[in-house]
C-alpha cells in the first residue's frame, strides 16, 4: 500500500508501506529534507499515542553494499552486512540536524513552559480563533505543519500560496471541531516540536498567556 501527496507540479511526498518499514521519497528542495522527516515522525508519533504504543521506530536508509538490509542511523554498523553506517551525500541532508532552534525567546518561554496549569491555568484554556491567528498570521504558510502537529487532516487543502491563511484557518477550525486537547497547552508543544518554523510563534505565545490580557479573557469566567 502506499500513499502520494501532490504538493505541487513538481514536488510530491511519497510513502510506501513495506509492512517491516515505510519507504519516503520525497522530490522537493533538498533543504526541506529534515522537516519532511520531522512531519513525518511527528505523525508516527502522534498516531502512536493515539494506539497507546511505544515510540520505538528507528531512522534508517538503504545499505549501499546489500540490498537486503538497510542502515540505521546512529548505529555504528549496518543491520545485516556488517559494512558502516558512514551516511553518504544522497541521505546526509534527509537526517541533517544541523540546523539549531531559534534563538529569540529573551525567557519568556522558559517561564509558561516550565509551569504546570495548576500553576498557570490558561495552559488548560481552549484558544480562541481570533486569537490563535493572530498569532500565526505571519506563520500561515507552515499550515500543514500546524495541522499535523494538532492531528487533523491536510491532505485535502489545496497547497496553493494564496490560500494560505484559508488553510490556517481551517486547519484550527478543524482542531477545534475535533475535542482532542484543545488547549494551549498542545498548541504551545506543536510550536516546541517545530523550532525552527514556530519558534517565534512560540514566544509570542508565551508573552500573550503571561499578559493581562489574556488573563482578563480567559479567566474571566472562573471569576
Not at 504504543?53 to 536508509?61: C, D, E, G
Request: charged share 20%; hydrophobic share 35%.
Amino acid at each position: 500500500m502506499s500513499l502520494k501527496i501532490t504538493i505541487t507540479s513538481k514536488h510530491t511526498l511519497h510513502l510506501i508501506n513495506r509492512y517491516t518499514h515505510i519507504e519516503v521519497y520525497f522530490t522537493g528542495p533538498t533543504q526541506h529534507c529534515p522537516l519532511v522527516r520531522k512531519l513525518l515522525t511527528t505523525a508516527i508519533d502522534n498516531s502512536s499515542d493515539a494506539m497507546h504504543l511505544k515510540h520505538n521506530y528507528v531512522n534508517a536508509f538503504a545499505c549501499p553494499y546489500n540490498e537486503s538490509c538497510y542502515c540505521i542511523v546512529n548505529e555504528d554498523d549496518c543491520t545485516v552486512c556488517g559494512k558502516p553506517t558512514d551516511i553518504s551525500n544522497d541521505y546526509s541532508i534527509w537526517f541533517n540536524d544541523a540546523q539549531g532552534p531559534v534563538e529569540s525567546n529573551n525567557g519568556t518561554q522558559k517561564q509558561v513552559n516550565d509551569q504546570s496549569p495548576a500553576e498557570n491555568p490558561l495552559l488548560d484554556k481552549i484558544p480562541e480563533t481570533d486569537d490563535l491567528m493572530k498569532l500565526f498570521i505571519d506563520s500561515a504558510v507552515h499550515y500543514m505543519i500546524i495541522g499535523i502537529g494538532l492531528s487533523v487532516n491536510v491532505t485535502d487543502l489545496t497547497p496553493l500560496p494564496h490560500l494560505t491563511i484559508l488553510n490556517l484557518i481551517q486547519v484550527f477550525q478543524r482542531w477545534s471541531d475535533s475535542n482532542n486537547d484543545v488547549t494551549w497547552a498542545k498548541i504551545l508543544k506543536v510550536c516546541q516540536n517545530f523550532p525552527n518554523q514556530l519558534g517565534k510563534v512560540e514566544a509570542d505565545i508565551n508573552k500573550f498567556l503571561l499578559s493581562p490580557e489574556a488573563r482578563d479573557k480567559y479567566l474571566k469566567c472562573d471569576k
